[in-house]
């Protein structure tokens, strides 16, 4: 692993949280596959150009619910071989365009997920990850030749491998929840391992073995399914909220020593008939009072034949009997308070409260 990789790795993995997290919670499967554009493999004078080839990636991890994540992977990348050539002393004595190269292995990754709700992009959440497994090397018929022998490389070698990776997750729970596509970013490599040419002819000059240097920069797109989101309850919305009935209190006044109706007390009635539909009552009270210049029984019988007299008219003007709550309290509730045997006007009344 060069110094600059390695900065590069430790990087990643000292970052500190710089954002709310866009939580992935429980167990997550992905896949993905791309481009991969392999590193030039030089040793000794050694050199192994490639053409822009392919890689594919799998995996299955677990989400913390805090932003960070960790996942198994196994990964597979592939690229022809364009031109393989060994030089001496500043000259080319062997060279070639034949066989590929091919990486394989397991990773163990880890990584941090932001979110972008607070920039209005509450679906978008980018991560940075980096990983460390074990890699397979694959040469497959890699060539050389000076014109009178031809040495090839083949089999396989493995070494500790590395990876940094930064990428983005577009969230679709309109499609389904715990969707989503990845754009990634991945730079692979495993440390170098030792690689031999077998020849066939006079020459010995390219029969040795080389340990190349290698690295992959791979863009991947892939889609990655959250069942700990697919699975999460769906919260119903609240009910609506039942508008509160403010409650109406209309005063009917009596003369004195009387329970008998006046024009304007009919008028008071009326508007609390009416009021009881425009409010859509279930309830209205009737209460009859009395002021204090009789005796407490002969008041109480007052004050009841107020309340019903005001019942009665309510009953005429299409109020069922059977939502009224008719009660009388004499001269216990004065509206005035006043000293025994004062005539209050205001104390003889009946209230009526539509609820």
Do not use: C
């Not at 940075?128 to 074990?134: C, E, P, R, S, V």
Request: zero cysteines; a positive charge; proline letters at 5%.
């Amino acid at each position: 692993m060069t110094l600059k990789n390695g900065l590069m790795v430790a990087t990643i993995l000292a970052l500190p949280a710089l954002a709310q997290a866009q939580p992935v919670t429980g167990i997550y499967v992905g896949a993905g596959a791309g481009g991969n554009i392999r590193t030039n493999a030089t040793a000794g004078g050694l050199t192994v150009k490639t053409e822009t080839g392919w890689a594919a990636v799998g995996s299955v991890g677990y989400g913390f619910g805090s932003g960070f994540r960790a996942e198994i992977e196994g990964n597979y990348r592939y690229n022809n071989v364009n031109t393989t050539s060994l030089s001496s002393g500043g000259s080319t004595i062997a060279r070639s365009s034949a066989g590929s190269l091919a990486t394989y292995g397991a990773m163990l990754n880890g990584f941090y997920e932001f979110s972008l709700g607070g920039f209005g992009l509450p679906s978008i959440s980018p991560y940075l990850g980096a990983g460390i497994g074990y890699g397979q090397n694959w040469w497959n018929r890699v060539g050389l030749s000076n014109g009178s022998a031809t040495a090839r490389s083949n089999g396989t070698n493995g070494n500790l491998a590395y990876q940094a990776i930064a990428g983005t997750a577009f969230n679709l729970p309109e499609v389904a929840p715990g969707l989503a596509v990845t754009l990634e970013y991945r730079y692979y490599g495993v440390l170098d391992s030792s690689q031999r040419f077998n020849i066939s002819g006079a020459s010995t000059g390219i029969n040795r073995s080389y340990s190349p240097s290698n690295g992959n920069h791979s863009a991947i797109l892939g889609l990655r399914y959250n069942f700990g989101a697919a699975s999460a309850p769906v919260v119903a919305p609240p009910p609506p909220a039942v508008p509160q009935t403010v409650a109406r209190t209309y005063l009917v006044f009596f003369d004195w020593n009387r329970a008998d109706l006046t024009d304007r007390a009919r008028q008071i009635i009326a508007e609390a008939a009416t009021a009881r539909t425009t409010v859509r009552s279930t309830r209205i009270e009737v209460s009859g009072h009395a002021d204090r210049s009789g005796s407490d029984a002969y008041n109480q019988a007052l004050s009841m034949r107020r309340a019903e007299a005001v019942a009665a008219e309510l009953t005429r003007r299409g109020v069922p009997r059977a939502e009224m709550v008719i009660q009388a309290f004499g001269e216990s509730r004065p509206l005035v308070p006043t000293a025994d045997g004062v005539r209050e006007p205001q104390n003889r009344r009946v209230e009526i409260i539509v609820k």
